[in-house]
């Protein structure tokens, strides 16, 4: 019993020398990468956070655009429909079946009124094709850099479009830029026109370009600006095709 006693001591010290021994060779029988493969997990988790935290900023901006755009509709859309007006098939013999109304003196017999013009002014020429309910005698002329913009038009739900008659009175052919400025201020280019020397109906030119949404019931404001910039222009029976017809 004293001599086992005695061993204990010795036992314990050989214990851990065998342990210290080991050690290295335990380490050295990890599968290669062992520690990469640490590394790889705190990396990809890291990664996953930061995924996190950019969903949470992309929903935020999304809110707050989401937000931008109710209040930017709010500026032009008003929740009473357009006044009634007269409808016509007017370019029913261009392929065109689609209901038109005259734009708020489109037909420039009453001096442009309403109209605001920066270097343009009627001149007395008018679109040889019977669109309304007589021949006109005046149109809009527009040399280069003259602008003229229509007074506020009503249109309703859909992508309203707009066909005018223009031709070139210059000898270098005319170039007038199209735009359509909305209730809020906001403009939206919406095509450019180079008109020939005889008088022609243009091609359709978009109002709304997803500009805004308007419901059943509701109507907006928009205004056609006409910006000529090189040649002469005249246009004339600027219409409207306002309502969602389908």
């Known amino acids: 019993m004293q001599s086992l006693k005695r061993s204990r001591p010795g036992l314990a010290l050989a214990t851990c020398l065998a342990l210290l021994i080991a050690a290295p060779a335990a380490f050295a029988d990890r599968p290669e990468g062992a520690g990469d493969a640490g590394r790889q997990m705190k990396t990809e988790r890291h990664a996953e956070n930061a995924e996190r935290e950019q969903a949470r900023s992309e929903e935020k901006t999304s809110e707050a655009g989401t937000e931008k755009e109710r209040a930017d509709r709010e500026d032009v859309v008003t929740k009473t429909p357009c006044e009634a007006r007269t409808f016509a098939r007017v370019f029913k013999p261009w392929n065109d079946r689609r209901l038109y109304t005259l734009a708020p003196g489109g037909d420039f017999e009453t001096a442009a009124e309403g109209w605001s013009l920066d270097g343009a002014s009627v001149a007395a020429d008018s679109s040889p094709f019977l669109l309304g309910p007589a021949l006109g005698a005046s149109s809009l002329e527009l040399p280069a850099g003259a602008t003229a913009l229509s007074p506020p038009i009503c249109v309703e739900r859909g992508y309203p479009s707009f066909r005018l008659v223009a031709r070139t009175v210059s000898s270098d052919r005319a170039i007038v830029k199209v735009s359509v400025v909305y209730a809020d201020g906001s403009v939206k280019k919406t095509g450019r026109l180079k ?46 095709d306002p309502r969602f017809w389908r």
Do not use: H, I, M, N
Request: aromatic content about 8%.
């Open 195 to 240: 008109p020939a020397a005889d008088w022609a109906v243009t091609r359709k030119l978009s109002l709304a370009q997803g500009r805004f949404r308007v419901r059943r019931g509701e109507s907006a404001l928009v205004q056609l600006r006409f910006a000529v910039t090189a040649g002469t222009a005249r246009l004339d029976d600027v219409y409207v």
